[in-house]
């Protein structure tokens, strides 16, 4: 197949896919529909394929539209959180706040997240972790990491180049 009759058959594929019902629409049917807008037979193996492709790459760049999104939005959520957690009064800092199983909390990145330092076994830790209400305590729930103290000086010395690819991700 030549290369402008891929591009037409991509680009009527593309077309079909922008407009499509995705609760009903198969690939036999977008197939089909680009089939009769193209009058031309896309039933063959290697035309086959290629529509599957071009139809799977679609529904991969719209999952990664999708899960950018949301991950833009779940972080406007949690910078609105971080902010009106900022503004609630904060015990002194003389006066060291603990979580309900013994750690001391470093810092609330939200309503849900915290920075805790604790001790397990002789061994200080940082967990970055997700908490949960249970009977009126805040405990601990499975969603998060802890680090020993060569993990967390990793962590940190490498900071500054996290940094950087965050910056360039999120500018680029």
């Not at 779940?74 to 609630?88: H, N, P």
């Not at 800092?93 to 309503?111: A, F, M, N």
Request: with cysteine; charged share 40%.
């Amino acid at each position: 197949m030549d290369s402008e009759t891929r591009k037409k058959i991509e680009e009527t594929v593309l077309e079909i896919l922008r407009n499509s019902n995705f609760d009903e629409a198969t690939e036999y049917k977008i197939r089909n529909s680009a089939s009769e807008k193209l009058q031309m037979n896309l039933s063959e193996p290697t035309t086959k394929a290629f529509v599957r492709e071009v139809v799977e790459s679609y529904l991969r760049e719209q999952l990664a539209d999708q899960n950018v999104e949301e991950h833009r939005e779940e972080g406007e959520q949690e910078a609105e959180e971080a902010e009106e957690d900022a503004e609630k009064p904060r015990k002194s800092k003389d006066t060291p706040e603990y979580d309900d199983v013994g750690g001391r909390i470093i810092c609330r990145l939200s309503d849900k997240r915290m920075v805790t330092i604790s001790e397990f076994r002789g061994k200080t830790s940082v967990s970055i972790r997700e908490y949960y209400k249970k009977d009126g305590k805040e405990l601990p729930g499975a969603k998060g990491i802890n680090l020993n103290h060569e993990q967390w000086a990793l962590l940190k010395k490498n900071l500054p180049e996290i940094e950087k690819a965050i910056h360039k991700m999120e500018s680029g």
